[in-house]
C-alpha cells in the first residue's frame, strides 16, 4: 500500500511487517524518515543543526543542510559531502541538484522483458519525479511494492530532456537508504573461483565499504547481495535490512558511515547505496534519452537473519522466478565425469544407464563441437564434432531422447582466438584499444553492443537447435570483460561498453526464452561468478560453484541461501577420484548437493555397482523431499560459517526436511530445533524411522547427526498428518 498525505508532505510505503517513510522538504527535498517496522512513531524531527555545513542558497542561516539530511537520493557537489547517487557531467559543469517536481502513485503489470526487473501483477507503484533545471534533466526514482514479501524495489530513472546538449552519467546508483547509527554489523558474500559466496559478518566502521565488481560481470569475489544488521542480532531475533540488485555486470555495493557533531548531541548515519559500477562508466545520454538504472531489491526484518532470508526467498521466488520449472530435471552432466573425452557411444550408454537411476537428463558439457578437445579453440563457431558424433547432432539427440531428456552446453558469448568466427570476424570481439588484448582460457568476449552480433548468435542457435529435441541448455561464461570499448562505437559516444554489454546478454537471454520456452535453462559462470538475480530472472537455475567438495560446498550453498532461495541453486554430487566414491562419500555429496536442485556428474562406467545402487536409492529420496526444500522456508539452525557445522532446515507446514553436516569439528553438537512439536511423534520418511517430536526439539537427535562427522539428510512429517 502506498499513500501520500498532503498535510504532512510525506509518502508512506506498506508492506505486510514493514514501513518506509519520506517526505518533501521546504517543497522541493526529499527526505528519508523510516524504514523499518510497521509503526506511527516517527520521529519527523529535522537532524540538529550541525556546524561547519553548508546549506543550499536559498536556505541560508537556517541551519538546513544536505549534509546532515537523511537524503532519499544524494546529489554530487551541492552540499551532500557523503557517497554520491548521481553525478553528471554536462557543459563542464558536474555539481547537480533534483528537486521534487510532481509524484504518482499507480498499480501496473510487469512482465519479463529484455530488462530484467521484478515482475508481477497490479503492484503498487510510485513514481516520484525530480528535476535539475540547470541541465534540464528529469530523474525518476521509483517505488515498487511487493507486501506478501516484505520488499521495496528501487530504479532510477534518468532522462535527458535537453534538445541540443548531451549529459555524461558518471555514477547513477539504484538506491540509496540514510539510517541513523552506526551500530551494525555487515553480512556479504565474498569468494572466489570454486569458492564462491562465503558469508562474512564483519562490524561497520568509520568510512566507506565498498563490495565492487569491474569484471563486466558479478563475479566471484564479491557477490551484489547484502545485508546489515544490529550487533545483537542473530538468526531468530534482532533488525535486519537485505539488499541486493537486480543487475548481471560491474556493480558497487557501498555503505558509508559518517560522524556528525551538533553540540551535546553527536549522532552518526550510515548511508547504503546500490548500482551500476561507476568507475570508467561515462554513459552518454543524447537529447531526449532516457538512462535506467536497474532494479534494486530492499527488505526489513524485526526477526533476525533467517526473517531476511525468507522476505528474499518468497520475493525471489515470485517476483523473479516465476517462469521458473515447478519441477527440475535431475541431470547427468558429463564435465567432471569426461571432461573433453565424450563420444556418441559412451553417452549413449550413459543415457541408457539414467532411467533405471532416477535421473531424467543427459546434459553433453563443454567438448561436443568441432575443434573442441580442450579449451584453445572451437568457440563461436558451433558445428558438432562428426569425429566424435558420427550422426550429427539431430540424430544423436533423438537417440539420447529414447531414454532420457537432452542438453547441450554452450558459450554464446565468447569466441576463441582459433576458430573460424574470430578469423572471418576480429571487429566483433569486445576490447578497442591500441593496446593488444588480454585474453583468457584462449578467447575473448563477443561484443553484444551490437546488433549484428546479436543476430549471428540467434540465427546460430536457431541454425544448431533447429529439429533437435533439446529439453535443457547450460549457458557458460569463462571470462571477464578487460580493455573494454566496442570497435561499433566512436571513441567516445555510447560509453557505458559493460553495461551495454550486458544488456546484450540481457536481450540475448530473454530473446532465447522466448524462441525455446519449453527448454530448462541453466546459467552459469565458471562455477557461480554469476549468481546474480538479473540472470535468475531468465534461468530456472543457476550453477553455485565447480567446488563439489562437500564441506567446502557447504559453505558456498548455505552462503547463496541468505540471499537466494534453494529452488534456482543447482547442485551435483561429483566424485573427482574413484577412490572417493564410498557409500559415505557419496551420502555426504548427497546430502549438501540436496539443499538444492539435484545432479551428478560421474563416469558411470566407473562406478562399481554399490555406488550405482546409491545413486538409485539418492534420487528416490530427493523425489520425496525436494517440494519442501524448493517451497519450504529456510531456517538456518547453525551456521557453518560460524560454528563450523551446518543444521539447515527448509519447514513447510508440520513437516520438515533436516540436513546435517557435521564434517568439521566443533565445541558442542546439541542442536535444539525450536520448530518441532515436542507432543507430537514423526515418521522419518527416507527410513521409516520414528522419532519422538521431544528428542528432535531438545537437541539430542541432531547433536548425534553432527556427532558422527558427516553430512546427512531427514526428512520428518507429523505422524497425525501422514495417517490422513
Ligand atoms: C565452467 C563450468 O563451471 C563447468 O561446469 C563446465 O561447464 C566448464 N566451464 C566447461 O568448460
Known amino acids: 500500500m502506498i499513500y501520500y498525505d498532503e498535510d504532512k508532505k510525506t509518502f508512506t510505503l506498506k508492506t505486510k511487517d514493514t514501513c518506509y517513510v519520506m517526505g518533501i522538504l521546504y517543497s522541493k527535498y526529499l527526505f528519508h524518515y523510516h524504514y523499518g517496522t510497521l509503526t506511527d512513531a516517527i520521529c519527523y524531527a529535522l537532524p540538529p543543526e550541525v556546524s561547519f555545513s553548508t546549506s543550499p542558497p536559498e536556505l541560508d542561516y537556517t541551519g538546513f543542510s544536505l549534509e546532515t539530511l537523511m537524503a532519499e537520493y544524494a546529489y554530487y557537489g551541492t552540499g551532500d559531502f557523503r557517497a554520491t547517487s548521481l553525478r553528471l557531467r554536462c557543459r563542464n559543469d558536474e555539481s547537480t541538484m533534483f528537486c521534487y517536481k510532481e509524484h504518482r502513485i499507480y498499480f501496473a503489470d510487469y512482465k519479463q522483458s529484455e530488462i530484467p526487473c521484478a515482475y508481477g501483477k497490479h503492484i503498487p507503484t510510485l513514481d516520484i519525479v525530480l528535476s535539475d533545471e540547470v541541465f534540464g534533466c528529469t530523474l525518476t526514482l521509483r517505488y515498487k511494492v511487493f507486501r506478501d514479501s516484505n520488499v521495496i524495489t528501487r530504479s532510477a530513472i534518468l532522462r535527458n530532456e535537453n534538445a541540443t546538449d548531451t549529459v555524461t552519467v558518471e555514477n547513477c546508483m539504484s538506491m540509496c537508504l540514510d539510517l541513523y547509527g552506526s551500530d551494525y554489523d555487515v553480512l556479504s558474500l565474498y569468494g572466489s573461483y570454486g569458492n564462491e559466496m562465503n558469508l562474512k559478518r564483519n562490524p561497520l566502521f568509520f568510512g566507506n565499504q565498498r563490495l565492487i565488481s569491474r569484471r563486466g560481470a558479478t563475479g566471484h569475489i564479491y557477490n551484489p547481495f547484502f545485508a546489515v544488521c544490529d550487533h545483537a542480532a542473530d538468526y531468530d531475533s534482532g533488525n535486519v535490512y537485505g539488499l541486493n540488485l537486480i543487475y548481471g555486470g560491474s556493480f558497487l555495493s557501498e555503505i558509508e558511515v559518517s560522524a556528525h557533531s551538533p553540540v551535546g548531541k553527536p549522532y552518526d548515519t550510515v548511508r547504503l547505496q546500490t548500482g551500476v559500477c561507476p568507475e570508467n562508466f561515462g554513459y552518454v545520454l543524447c537529447p531526449r534519452e532516457t538512462f535506467v538504472a536497474p532494479e534494486a531489491v530492499m527488505t526489513f526484518s524485526s526477526c533476525g ?168 541448455i547450460k549457458w557458460d561464461m569463462n571470462r571477464h570483460l578487460t580493455e573494454v570499448g566496442s570497435f561499433a562505437h566512436d571513441d567516445d559516444a555510447g560509453g557505458g561498453i559493460a553495461h551495454r554489454y550486458i544488456m546484450g546478454v540481457c536481450k540475448l537471454l530473454h530473446w532465447f526464452r522466448v524462441t525455446f520456452p519449453d527448454v530448462c535453462l541453466e546459467t552459469c559462470s565458471g562455477g557461480g561468478g554469476r549468481y546474480n538475480l538479473a540472470l535468475a530472472a531468465y534461468s530456472d537455475m543457476i550453477w553455485a560453484s565447480d567446488n563439489t567438495y562437500p564441506a567446502e560446498r557447504l559453505l558456498t550453498e548455505t552462503g547463496a541461501l541468505t540471499g537466494y532461495p534453494a529452488s534456482m541453486m543447482s547442485c551435483h554430487v561429483s566424485c573427482p577420484s574413484d577412490s572417493e566414491a564410498s557409500e559415505r562419500e557419496m551420502e555426504n555429496r548427497f546430502a549438501v548437493a ?15 555397482e554399490t555406488a550405482l545402487a546409491t545413486i538409485g536409492s539418492q534420487t528416490q529420496r530427493y523425489k520425496l523431499f525436494r517440494d519442501t526444500v524448493a517451497k519450504g522456508t529456510y531456517r538456518v539452525v547453525r551456521s557453518p560459517h560460524s560454528d563450523g557445522v551446518g543444521a539447515i532446515s527448509f519447514i513447510q507446514g508440520d513437516d520438515f526436511v533436516l540436513i546435517c553436516a557435521g564434517l568439521r569439528r566443533c565445541a558442542s553438537t546439541s542442536t535444539e530445533l525450536p520448530f518441532a512439536d515436542e507432543n507430537a511423534v514423526y515418521t522419518e520418511m527416507l527410513s521409516g524411522e520414528t522419532v519422538n517430536g521431544k528428542e528432535l526439539k531438545s537437541g539430542a537427535y541432531a547433536g548425534k547427526l553432527l556427532a558422527g562427522g558427516c553430512a546427512t539428510v531427514k526428512y520428518f512429517v507429523k505422524e497425525s498428518k501422514r495417517t490422513c
Request: charged share 30%.
Open 305 to 472: 537473519i533467517n526473517g531476511m532470508t525468507e522476505n528474499m526467498h518468497r520475493f525471489v521466488n515470485t517476483a523473479i522466478l516465476p517462469h521458473a520449472r515447478q519441477k527440475m530435471p535431475i541431470v547427468l552432466n558429463t564435465w567432471e565425469a569426461c571432461f573433453y573425452d565424450i563420444n556418441e557411444e559412451k553417452l549413449l550408454s550413459f543415457a541408457r544407464m539414467c532411467p533405471s537411476l532416477g535421473i531424467d537428463t543427459l546434459a553433453v558439457d563443454d567438448g561436443w563441437f568441432a575443434r573442441r578437445n580442450d579449451d584453445a579453440s572451437g568457440l563461436g563457431d558451433w558445428k558438432i564434432d562428426r569425429k566424435k558424433f558420427p550422426s550429427g547432432l539431430r540424430v544423436f539427440a533423438e537417440k539420447v531422447s529414447q531414454y532420457v531428456d537432452f542438453g547441450i552446453w554452450i558459450e554464446p558469448e565468447m569466441i576463441s582466438k582459433d576458430s573460424d568466427l574470430y578469423r572471418r570476424h576480429p571487429e566483433w570481439v569486445l576490447g578497442k584499444t591500441s593496446r593488444p588484448l588480454s585474453i583468457g582460457r584462449h578467447q575473448y568476449v563477443l561484443d553484444l553492443t551490437r546488433d549484428e552480433v546479436l543476430d549471428y548468435l540467434k540465427d546460430t542457435c536457431c541454425e544448431m537447435l533447429r529439429d533437435v529435441p533439446v529439453r535443457y
Open 594 to 608: 540436496a539443499m538444492g536442485t539435484l545432479g551428478y556428474e560421474l563416469d558411470l562406467h566407473r562406478l562399481p
